[in-house]
């Protein structure tokens, strides 16, 4: 079983991703987001960078720029993200696999097929089947059209079908019914991994007690293993969208409180502390909860690098208690962890 973490391409992801054991890199196939943010010059390339420190050379990224619009990126750029994405990866010695919607406008299409034909490590079909999701399934000759434009066969590319956010229990309901639907529309194709996605962590914290541990159920997991249970085909892959909500962010203002989103069982424990002492320094308290809590796991400070930078918060062998980008690194280097761990010995998330 693999797992697929469909990961924002921000700071913080990217060194989640960095300092993973070779044992869990051997066990995932992330997909990468890039996250419109215009306070960075330039996207693209601060991606490309931040991929380089992160993906071992050698190695397979699988990149979605879908949320980027399809046109120059900078003025007197040619080409748009699929292709400078393929240039500058191929660069730094990065893999590419790019992600395709086979509704994608034909020029991005072409792009990918370019990357395709650069790279040679295939496609990733992403299938939407969210609640709110406006498209149909693709047709057969929808499917047979994509084939002929990206130049490869079905056992060339990867079949995400994404279910979006599972925020109820009657959207799990939904979205469960449409995930078995695409896989059996879709399995003609002999594809050559298939993964079945959603994500349940909330949009933000707002709504949060401060100052208290909070359990929020996860249900993309409940979603996976019904999907797994009720398909009658090879059992799909298990992605998720880590400890963040699915769609992308809406920019912040101000700081976050100190929190930490931690993967616990079935469920995420998140502690959000008021801001009381200077800088994030009730960060070290809450680290210190945490590790003192029923929710730290029996291998502690070895369960990820995320955990061992939280037993140092708890302990005051830090400096400084880190902020946003560091909480969500080390929240995501947990679950990563925690989900890969799973099911390599249960067979669930």
């Known amino acids: 079983m693999v797992y ?33 943010d215009p306070d960075v010059r330039d996207v693209l390339e601060t991606f490309c960078d931040r991929a380089m420190d ?38 730094r010695g990065v893999l590419m696999c790019p992600v395709v919607r086979y509704t994608d406008p034909g020029e991005v299409l072409s792009e990918a097929a370019h990357a395709i034909a ?21 047709t057969p000759g929808q499917v047979r059209g994509l ?17 979006g956010p599972v925020d109820s229990s009657s959207t799990l309901d939904r979205v469960t019914g449409r995930a078995l639907l695409a896989l059996k529309t879709l399995s003609p194709w002999r594809w050559r991994r298939e993964c079945v996605a959603a994500g349940a962590f909330p949009i933000n914290l707002a709504g949060f007690q401060r100052g208290q541990v909070t359990p929020v159920l996860r249900r993309d997991a409940q979603f996976w293993s019904r999907v797994a249970h009720e398909h009658l085909g090879r059992c799909p892959d298990f992605g998720d969208f880590g400890v963040t909500h ?14 930490m989103r931690y ?11 008021p801001r009381v002492r200077s800088g994030n320094d009730d960060f070290f308290r809450l680290s210190a909860d945490l590790v ?17 930078r939280l037993k140092e918060c708890a302990t005051h062998q830090r400096p400084k208690a880190g902020g946003g980008t560091e909480w969500r690194a080390w929240a995501t280097s947990h679950h990563i962890a925690m989900v890969t761990s799973n099911l390599n010995t249960s067979g669930q998330p």
Request: glycine content about 8%; proline content about 9%; charged content about 20%.
């Open 147 to 163: 084939l002929r434009t990206l130049h490869l066969e079905p056992e060339e590319i990867d079949l995400l079908v994404d279910a």
């Open 263 to 273: 993967t616990a069982g079935e469920e995420w424990q998140v502690f959000v502390y």
């Open 292 to 308: 003192e809590s029923v929710y730290w796991p029996t291998t502690g400070a070895e369960t990820s690098w995320g955990d061992a």
């Open 246 to 259: 699915p769609r992308m962010p809406v920019k912040s203002r101000g700081t976050p409180d100190p929190n």
């Open 118 to 138: 650069v790279h040679h490590r295939g496609a990733c079909l992403r299938v939407s089947v969210a609640a709110d999701a406006l498209e149909a399934l693709p």
């Open 4 to 36: 697929v973490p469909i990961l924002k391409g921000k700071a913080g992801e990217f060194s989640a991703l960095e300092h993973v054991t070779p044992a869990v890199r051997a066990s995932i196939r992330p997909v990468l987001e890039l996250v419109p």
């Open 54 to 91: 992160a993906v071992p050379q050698g190695e397979v990224l699988t990149v979605d720029s879908g949320a980027l619009p399809a046109t120059r990126v900078l003025e007197g750029d040619a080409g748009g993200p699929t292709a400078r994405l393929s240039e500058s990866l191929g660069l």
